[in-house]
């Protein structure tokens, strides 16, 4: 084999080997971003409001077996309102957007993130289940039925 033969040979294998290599990344990143979410909803519950007319919360876990998304509105069409909150030891706030990880979840729980629900259409009863509308941006929305439970209700309990 001549020199310029070598040459033209060890070139083309060294594109061959840079293509597949760029190749290999792309296939590597969409895998490891966990691709389309799959997600399901677990153990949803409302706690009966303490007063007639009063604001009630939203609890559930959103479970991921795919890649990352974000829960960026709720609605009802038993309330006027429905918000997203984050709870710490000492404060509550209002947030736009709550992350869904890949392959992870989003727990909706007493003492941490929850909804808050107002402006019943009317008063939810023990034994009720409500309509939430989870709006996700990858994903789009997700209807879930929600039951009313009593105040002092715990899951597992």
């Known amino acids: ?15 061959l080997a840079a293509a597949l290599a760029v190749g290999a990344g792309a296939v590597a990143h969409q895998s490891g971003d966990g691709g389309a979410p ?12 303490a007063t007639p007319g009063g604001t009630g919360a939203g609890y559930l876990t959103v479970r991921n077996s795919g890649g ?3 829960l960026v509105s709720v609605s009802s069409p038993a309330a006027g309102s429905v918000t997203m909150h984050r709870s710490t030891d000492s404060t509550m706030e209002q947030v736009d957007r709550m992350d869904v990880p890949a392959g ?26 409500l ?10 929305r997700v ?15």
């Open 143 to 157: 209807v879930v039925r929600v039951p009313v439970k009593p105040l002092t209700y715990r899951p597992g309990s």
């Open 1 to 15: 084999m001549s020199s310029r033969s070598f040459r033209r040979s060890a070139l083309l294998g060294a594109g």
């Open 68 to 70: 990352a998304d974000t």
């Open 38 to 49: 799959r997600l399901t909803v677990a153990d949803p519950y409302i706690p009966l409001p």
């Open 104 to 129: 992870g979840t989003l727990d909706l729980s007493r003492g941490g993130a929850h909804l808050m629900i107002m402006d019943w259409t009317r008063q939810p009863a023990l034994g009720d289940e």
């Open 131 to 140: 309509e939430l509308d989870l709006q996700f941006a990858k994903a789009g």
